[in-house]
């Protein structure tokens, strides 16, 4: 348990759990805006070729920018799910914490330093 890494964590988790909070409700509202953008232009198709393309580059932006949101929503709320089961801030793969400089860097982290990086290559 992280308790036995270091006494003040759950002091610091509470701050840490209101900022992934925060984080989750301005993801939800951002994911909600692109939502209504794109149901806004699934009903509107512009009847000049040119403008039908940049309509469909627009909606592969808006598309890409809602896959990103809904990946950063994800890793909040499995953050907020691991503070809630007392596994936040230990690293899954080699069970040592995750230093406190990564946490608050990366609150939705759930690797530690060199985990990540030999994931990442």
Sequence with gaps: MLADYNPEYFVKSEDIKKELKRSRKDLESRLEKLKKH?????TEIEPDPEDQAIQREN???VDNLSRNIQKQ???VRQALRRIDDGTYG???FCGEPISSA???AIPYTNL????ASD???
């Design 90 to 92: 230990i690293c899954p």
């Design 73 to 75: 929503l994800s890793e």
């Design 102 to 104: 990564r946490l608050l």
């Design 112 to 115: 530690c330093r060199k985990c």
């Design 119 to 121: 994931r990442s290559g």
């Design 59 to 61: 909606d592969e932006v």
């Design 38 to 42: 794109i149901r806004h232009t699934e």
